[in-house]
């Protein structure tokens, strides 16, 4: 997603296993410590599906343009803070 005071912001939109209970801030917490700094996503979205074309191809273009919706979690916004490392 696009930003307005540096590069593009990185958001995840996921679709989560039936049954799993994982929230937006515990796959941050994940990923904190497994990707570089610049790579934790600041936007994360649950879906029950991805876009996808007739022959089953996902459409980013489709996630890209819907950007964030009402159901998108927002790092800056919670109580989550991180060192760049």
Not at 16 to 43: H, K, N, Q, S
């Amino acid at each position: 997603m696009k930003s307005a005071l540096s590069e593009d912001e990185v958001k995840v939109t996921a679709v989560r296993r039936p049954g799993a209970d994982l929230t937006a801030r515990d796959l941050c917490l994940w990923m904190i410590e497994r990707v570089p700094y610049f790579a934790v996503p600041r936007y994360i979205e649950f879906r029950d599906e991805l876009p996808k074309s007739s022959v089953g191809r996902i459409l980013k273009y489709q996630l890209r343009d819907d950007g964030r919706t009402p159901q998108t979690w927002d790092r800056d916004e919670s109580d989550m803070k991180f060192q760049k490392r």
